[in-house]
């Protein structure tokens, strides 16, 4: 059996590449969060994304407290804009690029 059939046999097809450096400056659900809004905030840099607490889950692994952990943290670094749309509600994010250059940067020295 070789590594890949070994991490198949958790599910799922979903694979979310984090940086170690992110990890250590933001922290293992921040670091995870950050990645996946970076994949999401890709495909439409200029506007807001959405996904549900249940679909980010699915995505990455994190529970609904653990995203709620990494939002607030993100949000207070000025990296995570986050706004709620709609009826019945949905949050909607967008990132802010200039304040996830800074944080690199600032830590990258």
């Given amino acids: 059996m070789n590594h890949w ?3 198949d046999g958790f599910g ?3 694979v979310v590449a984090v940086r170690p450096q992110a990890v250590r400056v933001l922290g293992a659900s921040a670091a995870i ?3 996946r809004a970076l994949f999401w905030q890709a ?3 200029s506007y807001w994304w959405s996904q549900t607490q249940v679909e980010l889950e ?3 692994g994190l529970s609904v407290d653990a995203q709620q952990t990494a939002r ?3 949000k207070n670094l000025g990296i995570l804009n986050e706004r709620r749309v709609g ?3 949905q949050l909607e994010y967008l990132l802010n690029y200039e304040a ?3 944080i690199l940067v600032m830590n990258h020295e």
């Fill in 100 to 102: 996830v250059k800074k």
């Fill in 12 to 14: 799922g097809d979903r």
């Fill in 33 to 35: 969060f950050l990645a």
């Fill in 87 to 89: 009826m019945p509600a």
């Fill in 72 to 74: 607030v943290q993100l």
């Fill in 43 to 45: 495909k439409n840099p």
């Fill in 58 to 60: 699915e995505q990455t």
């Fill in 5 to 7: 059939q070994i991490l």
